[in-house]
């Protein structure tokens, strides 16, 4: 059974730091691609970040230069670096493996207060 699970969301204030994780098991993480999205309530789900399982890194033109994407295979564990947070960047952020028609996680919720 695949299981992904985020942590790390929580409330901060602009202008701050968060940390998100996403431990997978039931996979071989270190063949897969990772992903983080966002979806804010009736809106599409959006890309974030993404790393290929030989650490090519991409981002979403919002975030670029303020988040950042990594993955440690011997954790089998994927984490997004958020600083500089802006109240827009509200959202639950999921942590997918192998693209839309992959494994999802159950979502973790970052609130920027302004």
């Known amino acids: 059974q695949v299981r992904l699970v985020e942590s790390g969301g929580g409330l901060v204030q602009a202008g701050g730091s968060l940390r998100l994780s996403c431990t997978a098991s039931?996979?071989?993480?270190?063949?897969?691609?990772m992903g983080w999205y966002r979806q804010a309530p009736g809106k599409q789900r959006e890309l974030v970040a993404h790393?290929?399982?030989?650490?090519?890194?991409k981002y979403a033109d919002s975030i670029m230069g303020r988040f950042t994407v990594s993955r440690d295979n011997t954790k089998n564990t994927v984490y997004l670096q958020m600083t500089s947070l802006k109240p827009e960047d509200t959202d639950v952020y999921y942590c997918n493996a192998g693209g839309l028609d992959g494994y999802w996680g159950q979502g973790t919720l970052v609130t920027v207060s302004s």
């Open positions: 790393i290929k399982h030989d650490n090519i890194t």
């Open positions: 039931g996979i071989t993480f270190r063949v897969y691609n």
